[in-house]
């Protein structure tokens, strides 16, 4: 039963163009969710999160959208630099000092 | 200001051995979680520990076990060991009621 699924596990994009990471969730009790960047031989690191009262949170060049009647969200990276290229996880949380939930992620390669 | 550290870094173990991974979590957060990643999976919930009590658990066998000590410092412990533990265990703090968590470079974990 996984609660949070990214369906594209890779994506590739050229350098300065828009980066699109999409994530789907089964589980309405979700009101927290979060996107983690993960490089090799590191821990996952926080990138940008949304509470379930919005629908949109921005910094820089992140972006996350958020669809709570399609229980979709959705991560904008513009523009996509080659230091972006790593492994990207959406996570959901049911409250506070709860556990995530993290979905399988997605391998971003932006080419220069 | 550290942030959070786990070790060992590498490990290898053979079937049927104990292992016991360490966790100091960043300073100021009084909460710590485990999580197990397979190769090309997203982080697993293990469990998670505040004021020295396992809070919640995820779906693991009773193999694994934990500890937290009186300074928020964490331990987990997995007895009998199968090939299928091989895994990066991810140690991640946070504070007591807050969303945000802060992650380890993980502990990967060989079982031989």
């Not at chain 2, 550290?5 to 710590?32: A, N, W, Y």
């Not at chain 2, 520990?49 to 937290?68: A, I, K, M």
Request: charged residues 20%; aromatic residues 12%; proline residues 5%.
């Amino acid at each position: 039963d996984q609660q949070v699924k990214q369906n594209s596990p890779s994506l590739s994009v050229q350098e300065g163009r828009i980066s699109i990471l999409n994530c789907d969730y089964t589980n309405s009790m979700f009101d927290y969710f979060l996107w983690y960047k993960k490089y090799p031989a590191e821990g996952p690191t926080f990138l940008i999160s949304i509470s379930s009262i919005k629908d949109k949170n921005e910094d820089g060049r992140f972006t996350v959208f958020l669809n709570k009647s399609a229980k979709h969200l959705s991560l904008h990276i513009v523009p996509s630099q080659p230091g972006d290229s790593a492994v990207y996880f959406c996570a959901a949380s049911e409250a506070a000092g709860n556990k995530l939930t993290f979905g399988g992620g997605t391998r971003v390669l932006v080419k220069p | 200001d550290a942030g959070v550290t786990q070790s060992p870094t590498h490990l290898i173990k053979t079937r049927g051995q104990q292992v016991t991974l360490r966790c100091s979590p960043k300073s100021g957060h009084d909460t710590v979680s485990w999580y197990q990643q397979a190769l090309g999976q997203g982080p697993q919930f293990i469990f998670q520990y505040y004021e020295e009590e396992e809070r919640q658990r995820g779906n693991f066998p009773d193999r694994f076990s934990g500890h937290q000590f009186p300074n928020y410092s964490s331990e987990l412990n997995v007895n009998a060991l199968l090939l299928g533990d091989s895994a990066l265990y991810l140690c991640a703090s946070s504070s007591r009621d807050h969303y945000g968590y802060t992650f380890g470079s993980g502990t990967r974990l060989t079982v031989v």
